[in-house]
């Protein structure tokens, strides 16, 4: 209103002190304990069935929508579902997280600066990671080695470094990732190969060590993580060996 005027100025004062006022409130907030607490994910039926008891909550008028609060409550239940992985890996394998025995996580590759990492520990649950030199894994500039209870596994961070990597796919680990084409007959130590080729074709992965084996979910490859409106991914062709 006091803009055709050219009295803008004088609106702009109030609502300096109102942003001001809900910043100050914001910091206030957020600096109070256990402000903020963190939560596994649900699972997608979970998080399907929030929102349906969210939307039967509000668009409802009878007494008959606070049976929205129970499916609301049921979805987020099913954070206690939530399995977490044991090793993440980004789709250009310059993020590699791998659980630790105690339950918390640490990069082979990555900071915990990087968006990736922070969407990681924030779906598992975990206000930060542990400093890789604090773990029993062996890394250098080339690579890691990372062995626990439950599994090994090498990453290189040189992937142009053909003796480095021949010498990894020497070693009997259960995985060895690469950001290189790695082909079983050359390489035949490792039970699981994780390279350029796995990760273009399926994205981001996420391994599970279990009693009766090693799942591997792929987030392009197998649609999880991958919008409807998105085309299947087409791997480059394999250029190296």
Excluded at 74 to 99: C, E, F, K, W
């Amino acid at each position: 209103m006091l803009m055709p005027f050219g009295w803008q100025e004088i609106g702009y004062i109030p609502m300096a002190w109102g942003t001001h006022l809900m910043i100050a409130m914001a910091g206030w907030v957020t600096s109070l304990p256990e402000a903020s607490l963190h939560v596994p994910s649900p699972t997608d039926a979970g998080l399907m069935m929030a929102s349906f008891g969210l939307l039967w909550l509000c668009l409802l008028t009878k007494l008959i929508r606070y049976l929205g609060v129970l499916a609301i409550a049921a979805g987020l239940l099913t954070t206690y579902q939530h399995v977490p992985p044991d090793i993440l890996i980004s789709n250009d394998a310059h993020q590699v997280m791998v659980r630790l025995p105690g339950g918390h996580y640490t990069t082979l590759r990555g900071t915990a600066r990087s968006f990736v990492v922070q969407n990681w520990l924030r779906a598992e649950a975990e206000d930060e990671l542990v400093p890789v030199k604090e773990t029993d894994a062996d890394c250098d500039r080339i690579g890691c080695l990372y062995r626990n209870d439950r599994y090994s596994v090498i990453l290189m961070k040189k992937s142009d470094d053909d003796e480095a990597l021949d010498g990894a796919c020497q070693q009997k680990v259960d995985v060895l990732i690469a950001w290189r084409y790695l082909h079983a007959d050359n390489c035949p130590g490792p039970k699981i190969l994780i390279g350029r080729a796995e990760l273009e074709a399926g994205g981001a992965h996420a391994l599970y060590f279990q009693n009766h084996g090693v799942k591997i979910a792929k987030t392009l490859e197998s649609g999880e993580g991958r919008r409807i409106w998105q085309p299947p991914p087409t791997p480059s062709s394999e250029g190296e060996e």
